[in-house]
Each structure stands twice: as structure tokens, then as C-alpha cells.
């Protein structure tokens, strides 16, 4: 049996160990919602990918274990365009792959598809430069021992990037 990780005891932040790279591409097209309201908006698809590891002590025996959780999610959203402030909405799928090794029990691996959904909004700054905020939603349930965890979990984030 692979024991939780002890809070408190990790070696390494989450939050210093995340490496994300974010790619979208899509089409613009306009939809009519109501008689005088006609509102621009754009469909696009969206792939990205984030790794996360984690050391920290085995809730018993104290012992080291490393845990790692490599993600790829992609899926598709839907962005109002509105003038400078463009919200979004979108929904895919993501690949879940989790790994725990430690020396007193072994290694547990598995690898699982499940669910995501995003929601945020961009802001367009003096023609060219992007503020962009978004919260993430994902869930991914695997059994990689003698019980179930979820490898999902909400995700908040924030950038700035340039439009060309």
C-alpha cells in the first residue's frame, strides 16, 4: 500500500516544480444572440501540459517517496469578443500520468484519461499587449494501489503575453 504524503514534510514546493507550455489556435466567426444584439465571437482549440513532483515522507515509517504527475490537456472554448476584454469558457480532455517510487514499498504508476474545464477572460492593453486570467477545473480518479485518488483539482492562473 502507497501511503499519502505527510503535509508539511515536502522538500519541494508544487508551486516551483510546475512547468506549463499553453498553445491555441482557432477561427473567428459571428453568432446572433437576439434580434439587436449581435456579439463577435471565436471558437479555437486549446492544447496544454503541466508537470508537477513532489518529495516528501511516508505517513508511517517516514521514509522518502517522490511523487510526480505529468498532464496533457487539450479541448476546445469559446471566446466573446467584446471589445478589450474577451471572456472564455471551454471544456476537453486531459492524459493523467501518476508515478510514486519510494524504497520501503515500491512504485505505483498508472495512467488515466479524464475531464477538464476552463473559464476566464482576456484583456487587451494599448493594442498589442495581453493581461489574461483563468481558472481551471480538472478530474482524473485512478487506483494506482488499494484505493483511489483524484489527480485533478482546481488550477488558478494568471499572464501577459503579446498579440501579433
Same mark, same amino acid.
Given at each position: 500500500?502507497?501511503?499519502?504524503?505527510?503535509?508539511? @514534510?515536502? +522538500?519541494?514546493? %508544487? $508551486?516551483?516544480?510546475?512547468?506549463?507550455?499553453?498553445?491555441?489556435?482557432?477561427?473567428?466567426?459571428?453568432?446572433?444572440?437576439?434580434?439587436?444584439?449581435?456579439?463577435?465571437?471565436?471558437?479555437?482549440?486549446?492544447?496544454?501540459?503541466?508537470?508537477?513532483?513532489?518529495?516528501?515522507?511516508?505517513?508511517?515509517? +517516514?521514509?522518502?517517496?517522490?511523487?510526480?504527475?505529468?498532464?496533457?490537456?487539450?479541448?476546445?472554448?469559446?471566446?466573446?469578443?467584446?471589445?478589450?476584454?474577451?471572456?472564455?469558457?471551454?471544456?476537453?480532455?486531459?492524459?493523467? $500520468?501518476?508515478?510514486?517510487?519510494?524504497?520501503? $514499498?515500491?512504485?505505483? @504508476?498508472?495512467? +488515466?484519461?479524464?475531464?477538464?474545464?476552463?473559464?476566464?477572460?482576456? %484583456?487587451?492593453?494599448?493594442?498589442?499587449?495581453?493581461?489574461?486570467?483563468?481558472?481551471?477545473?480538472?478530474?482524473?480518479?485512478? @487506483?494506482?494501489?488499494?484505493?483511489?485518488?483524484?489527480?485533478?483539482?482546481?488550477?488558478?492562473?494568471?499572464?501577459?503575453?503579446?498579440?501579433?
Amino acid at each position: 500500500m502507497v501511503a499519502p504524503l505527510s503535509p508539511g @514534510k515536502a +522538500k519541494s514546493s %508544487w $508551486i516551483a516544480r510546475i512547468i506549463e507550455l499553453r498553445a491555441s489556435s482557432g477561427a473567428t466567426a459571428l453568432s446572433s444572440i437576439g434580434n439587436p444584439l449581435l456579439l463577435r465571437a471565436a471558437a479555437e482549440s486549446w492544447l496544454e501540459g503541466s508537470y508537477r513532483a513532489r518529495t516528501g515522507q511516508l505517513s508511517y515509517t +517516514k521514509e522518502e517517496t517522490k511523487v510526480s504527475i505529468l498532464a496533457v490537456e487539450g479541448g476546445a472554448l469559446y471566446r466573446f469578443m467584446t471589445g478589450s476584454v474577451f471572456p472564455y469558457a471551454g471544456a476537453g480532455l486531459g492524459f493523467y $500520468i501518476f508515478d510514486e517510487k519510494n524504497v520501503a $514499498i515500491g512504485e505505483a @504508476k498508472q495512467n +488515466k484519461i479524464g475531464f477538464c474545464g476552463l473559464a476566464g477572460v482576456s %484583456w487587451i492593453v494599448g493594442g498589442s499587449f495581453v493581461l489574461d486570467a483563468r481558472v481551471k477545473f480538472s478530474t482524473c480518479t485512478m @487506483k494506482p494501489a488499494d484505493f483511489n485518488i483524484n489527480v485533478g483539482g482546481i488550477t488558478l492562473g494568471i499572464g501577459a503575453g503579446f498579440r501579433f
